[in-house]
Nanobody
Framework: QVQLVESGGGLVQAGGSLRLSCAAS????????MGWFRQAPGKEREFVAA????????YYADPVKGRFTISRDNANNTVYLQMNSLKPEDTAVYYC?????????????????WGQGTQVTVSS
């Protein structure tokens, strides 16, 4: 079992930045690829970014490429999402998730464990 707790969400003006954190406990953190997803009101949950177990590779959804950066600290069991140049359309609840595989990390179905989410609101 892996427990995930997100933090760092909040209200920010367009063009601003936030850094989300996801602290993991339970089984070996470095055994899991990690991902961030988001869900806006009335919309389906969508992939944002993912990072492999070692942190050697990362993947991004097109809308956030060049603005968001995913990273991880395996010594401290934490994954981060640095979000810059935020836009109102980035407003959503952001979830971190853990996957036992590095295959097709774009799909939510690959992830076994999820956090409770943290709200990000970007005002125009």
């Amino acid at each position: 079992q892996v427990q995930l707790v997100e933090s760092g969400g909040g209200l920010v003006q367009a063009g601003g930045s936030l850094r989300l954190s996801c602290a993991a406990s339970g089984r070996t953190f470095s055994s899991y690829a990690m991902g961030w997803f988001r869900q806006a009101p009335g919309k389906e949950r969508e992939f944002v970014a993912a990072i492999t177990r070692s942190g050697g590779s990362s993947y991004y959804a097109d809308p956030v490429k060049g603005r968001f950066t995913i990273s991880r600290d395996n010594a401290n069991n934490t994954v981060y999402l640095q979000m810059n140049s935020l836009k109102p359309e980035d407003t959503a609840v952001y979830y971190c998730a853990a996957a036992p595989t590095t295959y097709n990390l774009y799909s939510a179905r690959r992830y076994d464990y999820w956090g409770q989410g943290t709200q990000v609101t970007v005002s125009s």
